[in-house]
């Protein structure tokens, strides 16, 4: 399974980006998804998830500016970013909870990360 994102770039103060995340491979199920960040000097921190069997969690930073979503039949997940700011520059990583399948079983789940995306915002 590989977690594959895209969307990431340049952007100026105030605009907006929307990244995706796309899930290939021996895919059964995605479970819990999310978006963390690392910007430079500091910690990956959580952005945003959607928790299985839950409703969207966000960080504090980015509430009412980003909007996580997913889209099960293409095994997709989203983070549509608005009114960003140069605090928001860092890399960008995916992560999702996955069953995968083999051989006609359901393997136990478990966590998948993106290869990281650069989001750069301009003052």
């Known amino acids: 399974v590989q977690l594959v994102e895209s969307g990431g770039g340049l952007v100026q103060f105030g605009g907006s980006l929307t990244l995706s995340c796309a899930a290939s491979?021996?895919?059964?199920?995605?479970?819990?998804v999310g978006w963390f960040r690392q910007g430079p000097g500091s910690q990956r921190q959580l952005v945003a998830e959607?928790?299985?069997?839950?409703?969207?969690i966000y960080a504090d930073s980015v509430k009412g500016r980003f909007t996580i979503s997913r889209d099960n039949a293409k095994n997709t997940m989203y983070l549509q970013m608005s009114s960003l700011t140069p605090e928001d520059t860092a890399v960008y990583y995916c992560?999702?909870?996955?069953?995968?399948?083999?051989?006609?079983?359901?393997?136990?789940?478990?966590?998948?990360w993106g290869q990281g995306i650069q989001v750069t915002v301009s003052s």
């Open positions: 959607i928790p299985d069997g839950g409703g969207p």
């Open positions: 491979g021996t895919v059964f199920e995605m479970k819990s």
């Open positions: 992560k999702a909870e996955i069953h995968r399948y083999h051989s006609m079983l359901v393997l136990p789940s478990e966590d998948y």
